[in-house]
């Protein structure tokens, strides 16, 4: 793509012609740019009408007159040269704004010091547009298989191609700033507006047509019964969608825990939309599952088969056996694993190791807990998932919260707007365990979040968080881009004035947390660009979301990401 020498020396011509003009010849050619302006002045008076001649025919008039006209044309030469004038008049009087044209300033063409400068501030242009064609190179060939790592490059590279374009801005607009003046190119605001950062930011394509899927269809006498115990409710429901793939590949109907075992699922999302998307039944609720085995007194759990062996055999306790006993759930045999695997250390597993340590023809089997498993992570973290079914994906929010998080951002936030998943509650020690460690000092993050907001020219972000006021208070005094402060919104106490969460009121709803908690997380999924937390479920379940919905953006990052804190406490 690079051109050689011979090249730059062209466009150094075409681009600035006549800037080598001796210093001794100016006055001469500026007194005879006069006599010119005094001529056409002349000829309009006398009614000769606008002289069709354009601007580069004053270098040929000047010519002219600086050979004392020794030259005579021919009769018929003259004819041409008049045709010609005539067609070039007729054009440039169709196609061309005629009051702007002949509106020329004769006086610009006057040669002074600035033209150097012209001079040396363009051939500068032309070696940093090269630089920047290299770039907008590199970043066009770029080919990663990993869509994560892919899509951070690609931002890097583009802000590396914004860099170099507004240098390149400045570097031609300066010979045009005097004292406290200045003259701004594109348009009156230079930052990155409109499309720029619609197309920086720009929604990630997930390769549908790509998907490797697997069919549901189970046996309607052939149950599993999900064990999800391992964190809170965004850890139960990667666990859930992890149970799915396993019931699909075992042939067997997914059934849904109790609200008295584990949390109340159908608060927060939709079970029966599931079967819907699959177009039969692949899921029951527990209450259905009892109705459906009332010819015996008590439910019972065939077999109980644990993925993970060690720390302790399928993540359940003693307190959690009793509970199922509690709701009349009989469990035969003991518990048992069919492989050795550490939840500290889990081993890939792929789907055909699945299908033969977990294959039974026991009516009703239970599998706990999955959350940690590594199974087939291609087919899992694919856009809506490892099953082949009709809708976006599987687990999404219920219908009251989606319709409420639609009406929360068209009441504060608009279609365009931030959100930001920042914990805080106990993740200090967390992230400190870790390393790097991914608890940064707020004005560290100030400036992280604030880089992001200016990317994605976004007028107010959405505050998911547990931190304190203190905290969010500082931050908000420092999310400032180019002088303003981008307001921090969170979601205000009940106030009756107030409409947009009606529904959760209507239904009884409005005081579950874990109700709150999906709010919190279809208002972040549906917004133009998201900063979440590195190593918070919280944050995998938005991203997830976002994937499924189509609404993930080129700017999607962890907070700080790449970064390490600019300070860290010491152990305890």
Not at 136 to 144: D, E, F, G, P, T
Not at 283 to 293: A, P, R, T, Y
Request: glycine fraction near 6%.
């Amino acid at each position: 793509m690079d051109r050689n020498s011979s090249d730059e020396d062209e466009d150094h011509r075409n681009l600035i012609p006549q800037n080598d003009i001796r210093d001794n010849n100016l006055r001469r050619r500026e007194d005879e740019l006069q006599s010119v302006t005094t001529a056409m002045a002349t000829n309009r008076a006398n009614g000769g009408g606008r002289s069709p001649r354009s601007a580069f025919q004053i270098e040929e008039t000047l010519s002219r007159s600086g050979n004392h006209r020794k030259i005579s044309l021919g009769k018929r030469y003259v004819i041409a040269a008049v045709s010609l004038t005539l067609l070039l008049g007729v054009f440039f009087f169709l196609f061309t704004d005629t009051r702007s044209f002949f509106s020329v300033d004769l006086s610009s063409f006057k040669l002074d010091p600035l033209s150097v400068q012209v001079k040396e501030s363009e051939l500068h242009a032309l070696y940093l547009l090269k630089q920047q064609q290299l770039t907008l190179v590199s970043l066009l060939n770029q080919n990663s298989s990993n869509a994560i790592e892919s899509s951070s490059l690609v931002i890097d590279n583009v802000k590396a191609a914004i860099s170099l374009s507004r240098e390149i801005e400045e570097v031609l607009l300066a010979p045009h700033r005097t004292g406290n003046s200045s003259v701004s190119g594109l348009g009156s605001d230079t930052s990155i507006t409109g499309s720029s950062s619609s197309y920086i930011c720009k929604k990630v394509d997930q390769n549908l047509s790509e998907r490797k899927t697997v069919e549901w269809k189970p046996r309607s006498d052939k149950f599993l019964f999900a064990i999800c115990l391992s964190g809170q409710m965004s850890n139960h429901l990667i666990c859930l969608e992890k149970h799915m793939f396993f019931a699909a590949l075992l042939d067997r109907v997914l059934v849904i825990p109790s609200p008295k075992f584990d949390y109340q699922y159908d608060r927060v999302i939709d079970i029966d939309r599931i079967n819907t998307c699959l177009g039969r039944n692949v899921v029951v609720s527990f209450d259905q599952f009892k109705e459906m085995d009332k010819k015996k007194k008590n439910a019972r759990i065939d077999r109980f088969i644990c993925y993970f062996s060690s720390p302790q055999p399928c993540y359940v306790d003693e307190e959690h056996v009793n509970k199922l006993k509690g709701l009349g759930v009989s469990i035969g045999g003991k518990l048992e694993s069919p492989w050795s695997e550490d939840i500290k250390k889990p081993s890939k597993r792929s789907s055909g190791e699945v299908v033969e340590k977990f294959k039974s023809e026991d009516g009703v089997i239970a599998i706990g807990d999955v959350f940690y498993a590594d199974i087939e992570k291609d087919w899992v973290m694919q856009p809506g998932g490892p099953i082949n079914h009709k809708c976006k994906t599987l687990i999404e929010p219920s219908r009251l919260i989606l319709l409420t998080a639609q009406r929360f951002i068209q009441t504060f936030l608009g279609k365009n707007f931030i959100a930001l998943h920042l914990r805080r509650h106990g993740f200090l020690k967390f992230c400190n365990a870790k390393s790097p460690s991914c608890f940064y000092p707020i004005p560290q993050a100030a400036d992280c979040i604030s880089r992001i907001v200016e990317r994605a020219n976004a007028p107010v972000i959405y505050l998911s968080t547990d931190a304190a006021e203190s905290e969010t208070g500082l931050l908000q005094s420092l999310v400032v881009v180019d002088g303003k402060v981008i307001p921090l919104v969170k979601r205000p106490p009940r106030n009756s004035a107030e409409k947009w969460d009606s529904l959760l009121y209507r239904h009884g709803i409005e005081d579950d947390s874990q109700v709150d908690a999906m709010l919190d997380k279809t208002i972040c999924a549906m917004s133009s660009v998201f900063i979440g937390a590195s190593g918070s479920t919280f944050t995998e379940d938005i991203l997830r979301l976002r994937k499924d919905w189509g609404t993930s953006s080129m700017c999607d990052e962890y907070l700080c990401r790449g970064e390490e804190p600019n300070f860290i406490a010491e152990d305890e």
